[in-house]
């Protein structure tokens, strides 16, 4: 069992930053691949970021070349770096863990965190 505890969220200013942890429970946690997800009022939640335990990553076109996804496998520790923020980022963000490789960078996730809470303001 992995536990996801999320982290970082908060109220920003169009045009700021802000950096999202999430720490995992567990001694594998360089085998997971970590994703970033969001979800705003009213929608469905999307795929925001991926690291695979290679450290090869992916992003969603909206927030590419914005948001820089990290992982610290020592200390069991994925980032979400969020720069350049606009209100349409506004969302709950979620982190997740999948055990199993996969190349998709939307589905087969086997745990969850129970999501940050980030509001940028126009």
């Known amino acids: 069992q992995v536990q996801l505890v999320e982290s970082g969220g908060g109220l920003v200013q169009a045009g700021g930053s802000l950096r999202l942890s999430c720490e995992a429970s567990?001694?594998?946690?360089?085998?997971?691949?970590m994703g970033w997800f969001r979800q705003a009022p009213g929608k469905e939640r999307e795929f925001v970021a991926i690291i695979w335990g290679g450290g090869s990553t992916n992003y969603a076109d909206s927030v590419k070349g914005r948001f820089i996804i990290s992982r610290d496998n020592a200390k069991n520790t994925v980032y979400l770096q969020m720069n350049s923020l606009k209100p349409e980022d506004t969302a709950v963000y979620y982190c997740a863990a999948r055990y199993r490789y996969s190349v998709t960078v939307n589905s087969g996730y086997d745990y969850w965190g129970q999501g940050t809470q980030v509001t940028v303001s126009s």
């Open positions: 567990g001694r594998t946690f360089s085998s997971y691949t």
